[in-house]
């Protein structure tokens, strides 16, 4: 299983742009990175899914480089209602594959 | 709206007690997993089913068993509960695509 490894915590103010790297140094050919946004109390949500170069949706941007060993959640303008914890997620997405591994997150407090 | 539940949001169990966590999603999905969540260790994967009656152990299966009959329901057991299993669990279901959806979790005390 890939392991990855993200900073514990950061800290923003409202209306920056916020980038949470998470490193995956034995990412394998076949793994996929998913990142994924906890509220307190509730279930994790999907944010945004990749494999290589840049992926944007209506949320976040993914940049993951060419040797896809990192990879990096960029959020714009960020609000109050952004404070939340942020998992990265490396592993095969293959019919019946549970390689899926959840890091210890990132804690992201927005400041007025 | 992939919808995913889980039968309590909080329990409160006894030392010994065999617990059943149920779990029910509305989407047809064939792959269901149990993950439980302590502070600072983030989510830990129980156990993982990809069919009926198909299971695989996870990261920390010891001390949990889990039960699939039915597609759309993954039961997470207890046999005989301690303090150390007191958690936050979580179930999850997703289909051969990237998303995983979660349901709300349960909290559960064993004193």
């Known amino acids: 299983l890939a392991k990855t490894t993200q900073p514990i915590s950061m800290d923003s103010y409202e209306g920056q742009e916020v980038n949470i790297t998470c490193s995956h140094n034995?990412?394998?050919?076949?793994?996929?990175i998913t990142w994924y946004q906890q509220f307190p109390s509730q279930g994790p949500r999907f944010i945004i899914q990749?494999?290589?170069t840049k992926v944007t949706n209506e949320v976040a941007s993914l940049f993951i480089p060419a040797d896809r060993k990192s990879s990096t959640l960029s959020l714009p303008r960020v609000s109050l209602s952004d404070t939340a914890v942020y998992y990265c997620?490396?592993?095969?997405?293959?019919?019946?594959?549970?390689?899926?591994?959840f890091g210890k997150g990132t804690k992201l407090s927005v400041i007025p | 709206d992939v919808k995913v539940t889980q039968s309590s949001r909080y329990l409160v169990k006894r030392t010994g007690e065999k617990v059943f966590l149920e779990c029910v999603q509305d989407?047809?999905?064939?792959?269901m997993f149990w993950y439980r969540q302590d502070p600072g260790l983030g989510l830990r994967l129980i156990y993982f089913?990809?069919?009926?009656?198909?299971?695989e152990k996870g990261d920390i299966p010891e001390g949990y068993s889990v039960s699939r009959e039915k597609k759309e329901r993954f039961s997470l057991i207890l046999e005989s509960a301690s303090t150390n299993q007191t958690s936050m669990y979580l179930c999850?279901?997703?289909?051969?695509?990237?998303?995983?959806?979660f349901g709300p979790g349960t909290r559960l005390t064993v004193t």
């Open positions: 999850a279901s997703r289909t051969n695509s990237y998303e995983q959806y």
């Open positions: 034995n990412i394998a050919t076949n793994d996929y």
């Open positions: 990749g494999y290589k």
């Open positions: 997620l490396v592993g095969d997405l293959g019919a019946g594959s549970y390689q899926l591994t």
């Open positions: 989407m047809d999905h064939e792959n």
């Open positions: 089913s990809y069919d009926v009656k198909m299971k």
